[in-house]
């Protein structure tokens, strides 16, 4: 609750012109069932491969436009395998609901993810997935965002017509076709004129170099620029944003790196690759990473599951140092070692501790990585049940930071008289969390409060 105040046709062989009416209806049902076990297969699991049929032309969505807000929410999500769309239809309205009751960024990559190549064959468009996801989001009040990642097989050295989803997230367009990629984008951008900001490509992702062991910063800088320029002749308004680098930190300090803390050592060639992009990109709007707070070679948060997200807020002020206070972007982050055993009361206290680094640290965006599933059943982290329905946790948490914490607005100090309860304070509210696994009372802002385990308490300030 809010706190107070597509897929394409695989072909089927053809049988012999003369095969008997009974051995056909056979082969029909059999090819039939084939075809559907394949369909019902996700991306995740489906590691053949797609063969591109000829789809029908259909015109580019009429989508709303993004609500005019007084603030940038700073807040979002990002839509991943399983979404809204993918929901029976009393639970997509929830979702739709859910999402929309507070505006917020909602994002969408152009291929995987919950949609299908855009362009299986060279100049041949299919747009059906991504223009149901950017119509469920437009019917949601979002303020669209679109991640241009991935590539379409034949601009990554396949076949063209046939799309490999076990491969797909590794490879990088080979840079003969960076200019492809390019005009990709562009028609991206001229299918869907209310969206304005775009981030280039996903992690680096095929751009690490391991003759070299470093990213390849110089390759993905050269297909950061041609699309950078192919975008803004589109619409000089578009904003775009680069390099999505993941930010790994290691609970040692041996490594040499020039940004470290309590949380572990930052590792350096994630650094050097953020600014080499700083240094020869032909122009950008904001700047991209993400990150998790687990260190990465013990695989726990260091020196404790809350503390660690102080990681964020570090690396964020580096960041705007590094490039002229430039927007900062987080596409997405992580608190959770693997295996946690985590509660989902925790699970939540700890990500409105790195909710609270964010803002603190001037975060311009957070796109939160939704993990819904296609099944029944539990679901840690979602937004919402999968296929009953039904508001979880993380849900309240993004749509309260949405309302009162966008970006630009004034944070006011508030003290706890106990520091395992953290507050973050603006004029007219403050969000309390107890980091402990144990009830807890404490004096803040002038007022006598108790919080249960890991609970998560709102509360106006002034008279809000």
Same mark, same amino acid.
């Given at each position: %609750?809010?706190?107070?105040? @597509?897929?394409?046709?695989?072909?089927?062989?053809? @049988?012999?012109?003369?095969? @008997?009416?009974?051995?056909?209806?056979?082969?029909?049902?059999?090819?039939? %069932?084939?075809? #559907?076990?394949?369909?019902?297969?996700?991306?995740?699991?489906?590691?053949?491969?797609?063969?591109?049929? !000829?789809? $029908?032309?259909?015109?580019?969505?009429?989508?709303?436009?993004?609500?005019?807000?007084? #603030?940038?929410?700073?807040?979002?999500?990002?839509?991943?395998?399983?979404?809204?769309?993918?929901?029976?239809?009393?639970?997509?309205?929830?979702?739709?609901?859910?999402? *929309?009751?507070? $505006?917020?960024?909602?994002?969408?990559?152009? %291929? *995987?993810?919950?949609?299908?190549?855009?362009?299986?064959?060279?100049?041949?468009?299919?747009?059906?997935?991504?223009?149901?996801?950017?119509?469920?989001?437009?019917?949601?009040?979002?303020?669209?965002?679109?991640?241009?990642?991935?590539?379409?097989?034949?601009?990554?050295? *396949?076949?063209?017509?046939?799309?490999?989803?076990?491969?797909?997230?590794?490879?990088?367009?080979?840079?003969?076709?960076?200019?492809?990629?390019?005009?990709?984008?562009?028609?991206?951008?001229?299918?869907?004129?209310?969206?304005?900001?775009? %981030?280039?490509?996903?992690?680096?992702?095929?751009?690490?170099?391991?003759?070299?062991?470093?990213?390849?910063?110089?390759?993905?800088?050269?297909?950061?620029?041609?699309?950078?320029?192919?975008?803004?002749?589109?619409?000089?308004?578009?904003?775009?944003? *680069?390099?999505?680098?993941?930010?790994?930190?290691?609970?040692?300090?041996?490594?040499?790196?020039?940004?470290?803390?309590?949380?572990?050592?930052?590792?350096?060639? /994630?650094?050097?690759?953020?600014?080499?992009?700083?240094?020869?990109?032909?122009?950008?709007?904001?700047?991209?990473?993400?990150?998790?707070?687990?260190?990465?070679?013990?695989?726990?948060?260091?020196?404790?599951?809350?503390?660690?997200?102080?990681?964020?807020?570090?690396?964020?002020?580096?960041?705007?140092?590094?490039?002229?206070?430039?927007?900062?972007?987080?596409?997405?982050?992580?608190?959770? $070692?693997?295996?946690?055993?985590?509660?989902?009361?925790?699970?939540?206290?700890?990500? #409105?501790?790195?909710?609270?680094?964010?803002?603190?640290?001037?975060?311009?965006?957070?796109?939160?990585?939704?993990?819904?599933?296609?099944?029944?059943?539990?679901?840690?982290?979602?937004?919402?049940?999968?296929?009953?329905?039904?508001?979880?946790?993380?849900?309240?948490?993004?749509?309260?930071?949405?309302?009162?914490?966008? !970006?630009?607005?004034?944070?006011?100090?508030?003290? /706890?008289?106990?520091?395992?309860?953290?507050?973050?304070?603006?004029?007219?509210?403050?969000?309390?969390?107890?980091?402990?696994?144990?009830?807890? !009372?404490? /004096?803040?802002?002038?007022?006598?409060?108790?919080?249960?385990?890991?609970?998560?308490?709102?509360?106006?300030?002034?008279?809000?």
């Amino acid at each position: %609750m809010i706190p107070t105040d @597509g897929r394409h046709a695989r072909r089927r062989s053809r @049988g012999p012109v003369a095969l @008997g009416a009974g051995f056909l209806a056979i082969v029909l049902v059999a090819g039939i %069932m084939f075809y #559907a076990s394949n369909r019902a297969k996700s991306r995740s699991e489906f590691n053949g491969t797609d063969i591109a049929t !000829t789809v $029908p032309s259909e015109p580019a969505p009429e989508l709303e436009q993004p609500p005019a807000l007084d #603030a940038w929410p700073r807040w979002g999500v990002t839509h991943t395998q399983f979404s809204a769309d993918n929901e029976p239809e009393p639970v997509l309205d929830e979702a739709r609901d859910l999402l *929309g009751r507070v $505006p917020m960024l909602q994002n969408q990559h152009i %291929m *995987g993810w919950g949609v299908g190549n855009p362009e299986p064959s060279p100049g041949q468009f299919n747009f059906r997935d991504l223009n149901r996801r950017l119509k469920f989001m437009s019917s949601s009040r979002a303020v669209p965002v679109i991640t241009l990642c991935c590539a379409p097989d034949w601009m990554k050295g *396949g076949q063209a017509g046939r799309t490999d989803w076990s491969k797909n997230p590794t490879v990088a367009p080979e840079p003969e076709h960076f200019a492809d990629y390019a005009k990709l984008a562009a028609r991206v951008a001229e299918q869907y004129p209310t969206v304005r900001h775009f %981030m280039v490509w996903n992690e680096l992702k095929g751009f690490w170099n391991p003759s070299t062991n470093k990213w390849d910063a110089k390759g993905y800088t050269e297909l950061y620029n041609q699309v950078y320029t192919a975008l803004k002749e589109v619409n000089p308004a578009i904003q775009v944003g *680069g390099p999505y680098v993941s930010i790994d930190t290691n609970s040692s300090a041996a490594a040499s790196s020039e940004l470290s803390g309590p949380w572990g050592t930052v590792d350096q060639r /994630s650094l050097d690759a953020i600014k080499y992009w700083i240094q020869h990109k032909k122009g950008a709007d904001f700047i991209v990473v993400d990150g998790a707070s687990v260190a990465k070679d013990d695989k726990r948060n260091v020196p404790d599951d809350f503390a660690a997200q102080a990681k964020f807020g570090a690396i964020t002020q580096w960041l705007r140092q590094q490039s002229g206070d430039m927007p900062v972007w987080w596409a997405e982050w992580y608190v959770e $070692p693997e295996n946690s055993g985590w509660s989902e009361e925790k699970r939540t206290a700890v990500q #409105a501790t790195a909710l609270m680094e964010f803002a603190r640290s001037g975060v311009t965006t957070a796109l939160y990585w939704n993990p819904q599933l296609n099944e029944a059943g539990e679901c840690p982290g979602c937004l919402w049940a999968p296929k009953v329905g039904g508001e979880l946790p993380m849900a309240g948490l993004l749509s309260g930071f949405a309302k009162w914490f966008p !970006t630009g607005v004034g944070l006011v100090g508030v003290q /706890s008289s106990d520091n395992r309860v953290r507050v973050l304070a603006q004029q007219r509210q403050v969000v309390m969390v107890n980091t402990s696994d144990q009830p807890v !009372t404490a /004096s803040v802002d002038g007022k006598q409060v108790s919080l249960a385990p890991y609970e998560i308490k709102w509360a106006g300030r002034g008279g809000a």
